[in-house]
């Protein structure tokens, strides 16, 4: 058995299947309410799949189309996720975005643009032309023709958001079945059975949050209403040094298919650039690609010349959960205990607590006893963010504990102390990944280089089982740096 995982075999009331920032969400929603609740991935960890590898802006759903569910939810999670995150110390720059237009046609579409941030609620979204434009970004690249400001669009670490809903919700009695892979459902009554590769659940409510397999979990409960398409999103991230290039996210004018190419900074304190968008058909395939890379580089140098000049610290790519309608795939089916949440494709993070909220107060509607009590306080999470306060900037803690001025990890400014705190905290990681995902350790410009070596010790000190994988980082493990 492994630290944070209880896979014992009493019934629960839900399986959730899927333990990304949705499935984590919605297990969270369900243990506050006093809802036993069984959270499976197939994973080692929670937030392994998009969920780590994505954009990490928290989106305002300005340009979603209104009326969908994706707007509605979006625009509450937003909110929700807004307040969430300062309580639970999840960094969160509010930098605003820039959304640009290069081309006169791209001017004539600013209008409508606007028109349906309004109609998604988002109000505060006006035009500049290219003066103002210059003097707030005066790297953006030559030929910018005017744009509109999105204040409220942000950037936010997406690994420590599923991690402290996961924390919340073992906190308040969730059990965490992780490398469960699920193979089969048998539905039934009054409990379904739900089959994985570490034994059988028992619950009365299966969950579907299983991301980019969410149709093949579907199809276990007998459904077949979509197929998921997975779309590659390929992102290259620039090093700190590139950071004073922009204050804002530079979003290019969305099409019908993508959001397009944007350069954002992240709360890491790097550069962003990215994503592509190619379907491919293996929803596991999150290779990046020489063409798709090359293509970023191209528009990034169009948008801001100065990151070509910069140094890439790494590439990843992350693949939307997509399906031939735009729109959330979410239900649920009250007679056969069933919740289907799928489809969630580039705006997961952002809308987690809204899509949590509406799902658990459909199963409520058809059945489920929530305990109705008023939303608790959040864990407070360690900060690995760089606009606040670290542990190594913090004299008076390094005063009470000097493991926080002791520096492992040069580049990020890691901690012992950090380290010590993940390895032994009520969540641990699996592997050095995880461990990366925690406290940033491992995600700088050496690529570990430097302090792989003391890394691996304080982990195999720790008396977690020892990782198996070495420290140095495959693309297809890259998130956000
Ligand atoms: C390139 C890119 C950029 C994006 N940018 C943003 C952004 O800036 N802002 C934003 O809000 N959103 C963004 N998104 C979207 C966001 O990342 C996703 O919507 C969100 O992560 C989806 O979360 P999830 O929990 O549904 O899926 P996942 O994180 O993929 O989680 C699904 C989990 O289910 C598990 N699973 C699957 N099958 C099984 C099985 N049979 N048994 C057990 N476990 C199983 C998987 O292991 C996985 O952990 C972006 C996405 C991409 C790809």
Redesign the pocket.
Known sequence: MWAGETPDDRPADVAV?????????IARALAVQDVSCVL????ND??????????????TGFDTVPGSLESRL?RRGYELLGDYAARAGIPVERTGALLVAWTPEQVAELPAIEDKARRNGVTDVFRIGADELYRREPALGPGALGGLAIPGESI?C?WTT?LAYATQALAAGARLRLR????GIRAGAPEHQVV?GTGVVRCRWVVN??????D??DAMMGGDRFTIRP?????IVFDKLARPLLSEILLPVPTART?GVLVAPTVYGNVLL??TAEDVPDPADVATTAAGLAALMEAGRRILPGLAAEEVTATY?????ATADRDYQIWVDGARRYAC??G?????????LGIAEYVTGLMAEAGLRLAGRTEPDPPVMPYIGQAGTRPYQDAARIAADPEYGTIVCHCERVTRGEIRDALAGPLPPADLDGLRRRTRVLNGRCQGFYCAATVAQLFAGSGLPVPAAPAGRSPAAESPA
Do not use: F, M, W, Y
């Not at 299947?17 to 969400?25: D, K, L, N, Q, R």
């Not at 937030?47 to 990490?56: E, H, I, P, Q, V």
């Not at 779309?231 to 992102?235: F, H, K, S, T, V």
């Open positions: 299947i899927g333990a990304g920032v949705v499935g984590t969400a499976i991935d197939a994973a929670v937030g392994t799949g998009t969920s780590k590898a994505n954009t990490a802006i928290l989106h979006l936010i997406p599923p469960s892979q699920v193979t994985t949050a299983a991301g980019l397999r969410s093949a979990v779309r590659r999103g390929e992102l959001k990215g994503p790519a992350g693949l939307r959960a949440v799928a969630i494709r580039s705006t997961g993070l952002s809308a987690s």
